[in-house]
């Protein structure tokens, strides 16, 4: 098996937060996922990260999903692995438990599927130590929650095949994500050592009593946290440098390297007097939040960073990009016969409510954004098309607010096009409530097609403008919506 799109199904050992999270992102990117976990409460643990996922990509992005694929759970480790097309381990971290299972499971495996594991640290030369076919073994390391973060480090072991981390650096990055070859193998991967780095200088602020955990995580979450998910320490460090870079920097600080301000090389005796007080106080810091709570606030804070760095084209925001732009080509929407078309469907946000407890009025703009997005790539005019220098600019906006939409109400968008020539597209989009199919708003937009490097109006292109003009045919058929032309005016 050579091409990772034959991968249909994954396999996973272990279905915890790790190989949970792996069964929402091959699952929502319609693989189907044969889950191993003895847990009697695995069904309903992977069903709630399940939920999660879905409700972060529907936020995520408007792009065309494929058909969610199907999951069970099973009890026997050559259950997951006699369909699976890759095989992904998620167990604890023994290495004794994953040599074991592992060599289990690759009896029931077919010759040439990848074997991966996600462990956090440990050796792949020693976990692919009990294998017939070491060669087609690696670490493929995510980061928590793995159905969100893009990040997924690979690491082979001393026998592992350069065609293995070609292939699945190939099969991760079509699931949206940035795998990280690493050049060579070492404990704790990267990102994990980075982290643990900085994890042992917490345990010491927190031993010597210099802060408290709450301090401690403000110290990064509001400072260098925030730069860190653009640039990095490298880069951000080089723009500390002013114009003149890296060497200015080193000049100025590389001397603080050799200060004793931190105590990286040992770590805290993690006595129960220590760990009780790291108990103590994170239970504080969490407050009344639920494990669930906190998870759903992480998620939606992740997506609105990445969206973000999406729209900056930046860091993580670039992988994001990608896997956007594939799904797009890998499920164009097809010319529709529907008048007006049914452009997009979505739920009302947590994050969008105002102090009245309905939908607030910014995002009203925000949906019907996603609303004509999606009529402009049923013409052909999207992401693939804004790359190659053309787009469609909003020159004039007309939004109505007919009733409130409160907190996870359910709505579409029908889009109808009212007038188009080579350069103008002028659209009628209503937002309707799908529980009962009544009015909510209105949007009435004119529409300029641009050269976006020119930075002036412009003919769209042929084939765009061919498509177009079908859509505009099948809508002229159409009754003019009676609110289409309104302008805002005080009674005479």
Same mark, same amino acid.
């Given at each position: ?60 992005? %408007? ?40 060599? /289990? ?59 293995? %981390? ?26 994990? #050592? ?21 301090? %401690? ?100 925001? #670039? ?9 797009? /080509? ?72 007919? #009733? ?8 579409? %968008? ?30 009435? /937009? ?9 930075? #002036? ?36």
């Amino acid at each position: 098996m050579n091409d990772t799109a034959e991968i249909r199904t994954i396999g996973l050992l272990g279905g915890g937060l790790i190989g949970g999270g792996w069964a929402a992102r091959a699952v929502l990117n319609g693989l189907d996922a044969v889950v191993c976990d003895p847990d009697p409460e695995a069904e309903r643990k992977l069903d709630e990260t399940l939920e999660n996922a879905r409700r972060a990509y529907a936020t995520l992005t %408007i792009a065309p999903l494929p058909k969610p694929g199907t999951w069970r759970i099973v009890r026997r480790p050559e259950a997951a692995a006699e369909a699976a097309d890759l095989l992904q381990e998620s167990l604890p971290e023994r290495e004794d438990l994953k040599i074991a299972l592992l060599a /289990q499971a690759e009896a029931a495996l077919r010759d040439g599927v990848i074997i991966a594991s996600s462990t956090s640290g440990l050796l792949p030369s020693r976990l692919q130590s009990g294998l017939r076919d070491p060669s087609r073994f690696l670490v493929a390391h995510p980061f928590n929650p793995s159905y969100l973060m893009p990040l997924v480090e690979l690491c082979g072991g001393a026998r592992t095949s350069a065609a293995t %981390i070609e292939r699945a650096a190939a099969f991760y990055r079509r699931l949206g994500m940035h795998p990280l070859p690493l050049r060579r193998e070492i404990d704790g991967f990267l990102g994990n #050592r980075m982290a643990q780095a900085l994890w042992r200088e917490a345990m010491w602020l927190l031993h010597d009593d210099v802060a408290t955990v709450e301090e %401690i995580d403000d110290a990064l979450r509001f400072g260098p946290g925030l730069r860190w998910a653009i640039f990095g320490p490298f880069l951000t460090y080089r723009m500390a440098g002013g114009e003149a870079g890296m060497r200015h920097f080193l000049r100025q600080f590389g001397p603080s390297l050799q200060w004793p301000w931190t105590k990286f090389a040992n770590v805290p005796e993690l006595s129960e007097a220590l760990s009780e007080k790291l108990v103590a106080q994170s239970d504080a810091q969490a407050g009344d939040a639920s494990a669930h709570v906190l998870e759903r606030q992480r998620d939606d804070c992740l997506v609105g960073i990445l969206q973000a760095l999406r729209a900056n084209d930046c860091g993580a925001g #670039r992988v994001f990009v990608e896997w956007e732009r594939a799904l797009w /080509q890998s499920h164009p929407r097809r010319e529709s016969d529907e008048a007006p078309l049914r452009a997009f469907s979505g739920r009302v946000e947590p994050g969008w409510i105002d102090y009245n407890g309905h939908m607030t009025e910014s995002r009203y703009l925000h949906v019907f954004g996603h609303g004509s997005d999606a009529l402009l790539a049923a013409i052909g005019a999207g992401p693939a098309y804004t790359a190659q220098g053309h787009s469609f600019y909003a020159v004039e906006t007309h939004i109505m607010h007919l #009733r409130e939409l409160p907190q996870d109400a359910r709505f579409y %968008i029908t889009t109808q096009i009212l007038g188009a020539d080579d350069k103008r597209l002028h659209i009628f989009q209503t937002l309707y409530r799908t529980d009962d199919d009544v009015a909510a708003a209105t949007c009435e /937009q004119m529409m300029l097609h641009v050269d976006m490097q020119a930075k #002036r109006s412009c003919a769209m292109l042929p084939a765009v403008r061919t498509k177009l003009d079908r859509l505009a045919t099948l809508h002229a058929a159409l009754p003019r919506p009676v609110r289409a032309g309104r302008a805002i005016a005080m009674p005479a």
